[in-house]
């Protein structure tokens, strides 16, 4: 029995569905894969120690299943996030991105029967699903269909507020609908990179403040998601070009979350960044920022070196993550877990590199 088994007395297979989906090389998206006529495969993707990707594309109707929009989470990540939660017996907890049910689950057995679970779903399909799963096993946990940005009012205060899906900017009603002194732990980044498991204890004054952590791949909440431009040729033609003076791991440094990638999307405010390996010789690195229209790309290929710049819009975001590196250099390479975040109740998110009163502290533009 491997340590995350031992730390999660809930199996997961009641809670996933007879079809999930997989990695399709053909389609370079997903693939259905159904309990009934692949039961060996289904098996295996439940019994391994990953995420099961349970919806893609919102339900809708798709042609090639790009996007994965709800999931099982990985084990093992899971039985960490209960740990970072510090769950105990009687709490009151609420839960946003109930999915399968099977978190929902977990928290319920370790409040046990003195406490109490709510777990907010977006999608009425899927949140029917948990409701069901939950009933069927015997887990009393209340399942709303609702948009957790807004918490669940009518069960608060909460000792614990739990997100399984990631946000940029962390609402105001998970703050404001926990007690003083109770946690709220939450995927939380910028659009630039992944995220940190990030805890926060809310203060008699209303404000939340905490540490970031371990690196972590979640979806996220609808309502934040990413998104980005797709300049036409004639405005490809017009961009600025420059060329680039950083070599190459230096720009794997600017793209990767464990060096400075976390770091720049905390210094260079909605900034959205893509990254597509072509193939074994080409990676395309893309900047992103809707408000403002603005975009750069930086082309990559093996072996050649300097790679030109081309930058389009008010904003030179290649200069700007360019400078957020030399910060990045010039302090420290910092990782995540360097980063602490305050939420104060006017909604404003500060981040602070190391101590709270030290030299390094700025609000973001959410
Ligand atoms: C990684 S899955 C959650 C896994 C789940 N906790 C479990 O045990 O299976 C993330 C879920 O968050 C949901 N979600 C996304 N945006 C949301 C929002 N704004 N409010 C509530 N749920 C949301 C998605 O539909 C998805 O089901």
Redesign the pocket.
């Known amino acids: 029995m491997t340590a995350w088994r031992a730390r999660l007395p809930v199996p997961r297979e009641a ?1 996933v569905p007879p079809v999930i989906w997989d990695d399709d090389p053909e389609s370079d998206g997903f693939a259905p894969v159904s309990r009934e006529s692949e039961p060996a495969r289904w098996r295996a993707l439940v019994d391994a120690d990953e ?1 099961v990707v ?2 893609v594309e ?1 339900g809708r109707d798709h042609d090639i299943a790009r996007a994965p ?5 990985r084990p093992s990540l ?1 039985a960490d996030m209960l740990d970072a939660l510090e769950v105990r017996p009687g709490q009151r907890i609420l ?10 689950a ?1 928290l319920r057995d370790r409040v046990g029967s003195a406490g109490h679970v709510t ?5 009425a399909d ?1 949140a029917e699903q ?1 409701r069901r799963a939950l009933a069927t096993t015997g887990h009393e946990a209340v399942v709303v269909t ?4 807004g918490g669940h009012p009518a069960g608060a205060p909460y000792d614990r507020v739990i997100a ?2 990631s946000v940029r900017a962390v609402p105001q009603a998970w703050i404001d609908q926990t007690r003083s002194g109770g946690l709220i732990l939450t995927p939380w980044g910028t659009d630039y990179g992944e995220d940190a498991l990030t805890r926060l204890e809310v203060r008699p004054d209303g404000s939340a403040s905490g540490r970031c952590g371990t690196r972590l791949a ?7 998601r990413r998104h980005h431009l797709d300049p036409t040729d004639a405005e490809l033609a017009a961009a600025d070009r420059t060329i680039t003076s950083r070599r190459g791991p230096e720009l794997f440094d600017m793209v990767e979350f464990s060096r400075a990638a976390f770091t720049i999307g905390l210094r260079v405010p909605h900034c959205y960044l893509t990254v597509d390996d072509r193939d074994d010789e080409h990676r395309d690195v893309e900047l992103h920022d809707l408000r403002s229209r603005s975009w750069a790309k930086v082309a990559m290929v093996r072996g050649e070196h300097p790679w030109t710049v081309h930058q389009l819009g008010p904003r030179h975001l290649w200069d700007e993550a360019d400078a957020a590196y030399s910060w990045w250099l010039s302090n420290g390479e910092p990782a995540a877990d360097r980063y602490g975040l305050t939420v104060a109740p006017d909604g404003s998110h500060a981040v602070r590199l190391d101590e709270p009163d030290g030299e390094h502290r700025w609000t973001l533009d959410t």
């Open positions: 809670f995420p349970t919806q919102d929009t709800s999931s099982c989470s899971v839960e946003i991105g109930s999915g399968t049910g099977w978190n929902a977990l777990t907010v779903e977006i999608d899927v948990a609702a948009d957790g940005s399984t899906a979640f979806m996220r909440m609808r309502g934040q």
